[in-house]
């Protein structure tokens, strides 16, 4: 009874349009009050939660990604992906989908991504003619490689949610990972051009390009810096993502100057905004996820999924299903959090290792902002495309079908996302 009592209430208020952090927090006080645990103890575990210091790590990119966000870097991406496949058929696709993995490298966020590089790119793809639902389907789609390649945040979240889970480990297990969805998306949008006759680009005059070079190399340098200090040992996640915050502070407000220090207080608000919403949520799914663990409530999923098929391979796609189904009700952030140490012992008792499943877990999430109800990033391609969602979402299906290929590689080669970690001695 005390679990469905948790869960029951818990689906309820989010039913309900209640804030999914405050669903979670009123779900557990009437699980504590039904099973006579003290009140108290739901406010401590909820403290306990963001008592982390690798939470650290989280404000301090979101802030260093708003910055580069304000700075306009995103333009200066866009130019410098042009000189690598601008020429290809379809080239403004492939400048979108590569713009959108070194954009997501900076930003970790796949709203963002799609936010900063869609306003640009989306209406400089319908002047050259390409159709408006092509054009948005790479924008989008290419925006989920933020959430696997570093300094991806919810990458952090897992790894907080998971325990004993190297941040370091699943920063170097999303790079081979989001190459290789970056690789697809652009054959999928070469093949798409193709197809339908889009044009070739025209690159700039070779004078402007040692300028465009070094914008889009000192653009990408943070990146750089964040991945390769981790990776290598000379820093930890939280100093660089302190070392982030200072150089995009130092390149838009004093290197390029694309940013005035009076637009410092709209970057501050925006952090906040957004490290507030984190940060609640957080404290609200570790007294739930407490419940769930007092309940045994792991043991009674794998028991229910081993009554279906002993088989591993079998079983992976259940769990893939399952998190597909859930990214159909619920944003990405919540779902890590309460799903995470449900179907993190389930998988481990198959042999998959807690590494390679956040990984497969980003990106099944990732695919549930691609389409309604909750949608997130589709919403945002589709505001700033000025297409409807129902268009949108029948144009999405090739992309979401490339999606799920990765998505099954990712989850039946443990090689693509644990050869890297292996391989480096820090990670």
């Known amino acids: ?9 818990f689906v309820l208020g989010v039913l309900l349009r209640v804030p999914v952090a405050l ?89 963002a991504d799609a936010s900063s590089i869609g306003s640009i790119m989306i209406p400089m793809m319908r002047q050259k003619g390409y159709d408006k639902d092509y054009a948005v389907g790479v924008t989008i789609t290419g925006s989920i490689q933020g959430l696997i390649v570093p300094p991806s945040h919810n990458i952090i979240l897992y790894a907080l949610v998971a325990g004993g889970v ?28 193709v197809r339908r006759g889009y044009p070739k680009e025209v690159l700039p005059p070779v004078r402007e390009w040692p300028r465009i070079v070094a914008h889009g190399l000192l653009s990408l340098t943070v990146a750089f810096i964040i991945i390769g200090g981790i990776l290598f040992g000379v820093f930890t996640a939280n100093e660089s993502a302190a070392i ?9 407000f004093v290197g390029f100057r694309s940013a005035s220090l009076r637009q410092i207080h709209r970057v501050l608000v925006a952090t906040f905004y957004r490290l507030s919403a ?34 591993r391979y079998v079983v992976l796609l ?12 619920m944003d990405m952030a919540p779902l890590i959090l309460i799903a995470t140490p449900i179907l993190l012992p389930v998988v481990t008792h198959f042999g998959m290792d807690p590494v390679q499943f956040g ?11 691609l389409h309604p109800p909750v949608g997130s990033v589709l919403f ?48």
């Open 23 to 111: 669903a979670l927090v009123i779900s557990s006080f009437l699980t504590a009050w039904y099973l006579g645990v003290p009140l108290e103890v739901v406010g401590q575990r909820m403290l306990s939660g963001i008592n982390s210091w690798s939470l650290l790590a989280i404000p301090l990119f979101i802030l260093a990604g708003e910055i580069m966000g304000e700075g306009g870097l995103s333009q200066r991406i866009i130019d410098f992906s042009n000189l690598l496949v601008g020429r290809l058929r379809g080239g403004l696709a492939l400048v979108n989908v590569v713009a959108c993995m070194f954009f997501g490298g900076i930003t970790g966020s796949a709203v």
């Open 166 to 193: 190297s941040i370091n480990a699943l920063f170097a297990a999303g790079i081979a990972p989001g190459i290789l969805l970056c690789l697809a998306l652009m054959g999928l949008s070469y093949a798409m051009a």
């Open 318 to 329: 259940l769990i893939n299903l399952i998190l597909l189904l859930l990214g159909l009700m």
């Open 380 to 427: 945002v391609g589709c505001t700033i495309g000025e297409i409807s969602v129902e268009r949108m979402t029948v144009a999405m299906i090739p992309f979401l079908l490339l999606l799920f290929a990765v998505l099954m590689v990712i989850t039946y080669v443990p090689a693509v996302t644990l050869t890297l970690p292996h391989l480096l001695p820090n990670a």
């Open 359 to 369: 990984i497969v877990m980003m990106l099944n999430l990732g695919i549930g902002l």
């Open 278 to 311: 984190v940060l609640f949520l957080i404290c609200a799914s570790a007294a739930f996820s407490w419940f769930l663990s007092y309940l045994q409530v792991p043991d009674q999923v794998m028991r229910a999924l081993t009554s279906v098929s002993n088989n």
């Open 1 to 9: 009874m005390a679990t469905w009592i948790l869960i029951g209430s």
């Open 244 to 252: 982030a915050v200072v150089y995009a502070f130092i390149l838009v």
